[in-house]
Nanobody, 120 residues
Framework: QVQLVESGGGLVQPGGSLRLSCAVSASIFEANVMGWYRQAPGKERELVAV???????NYADSLKGRFTISRDNAKNTVYLHMNSLKPEDTAVYYC??????????????WGQGTQVTVSS
């Protein structure tokens, strides 16, 4: 069982920055896709950024230029750098990993989420 643990959330003023971390209990080098999603109150979970293995990074159109996903394979950690934060970025942010399992296919793993609140 792969475990994902997010950290780095908190309260930040509009225009501020945060860096979220996602520590993974397995080798993220083996993951097919690593990504971040978010869910605001009363809304569905939405994609923030995904990083396919050997593929191009995809961002939600509304977040391009403000958010950056990165990874440290040696630490099995994925990061989400968030700049110029807005109140509408307030949400629970979830880390996601997709691993290909023999005989199963692609399996999703999720972290427990970390709250990001943007408010003055």
């Amino acid at each position: 069982q792969v475990q994902l643990v997010e950290s780095g959330g908190g309260l930040v003023q509009p225009g501020g920055s945060l860096r979220l971390s996602c520590a993974v209990s397995a080798s993220i080098f083996e993951a097919n896709v690593m990504g971040w999603y978010r869910q605001a109150p009363g809304k569905e979970r939405e994609l923030v950024a995904v990083m396919p293995s050997g593929g191009s990074i995809n961002y939600a159109d509304s977040l391009k230029g403000r958010f950056t996903i990165s990874r440290d394979n040696a630490k099995n950690t994925v990061y989400l750098h968030m700049n110029s934060l807005k109140p509408e970025d307030t949400a629970v942010y979830y880390c996601n990993a997709k691993f290909s399992l023999l005989g199963y296919g692609l399996k999703d793993y999720w972290g427990q989420g970390t709250q990001v609140t943007v408010s003055s």
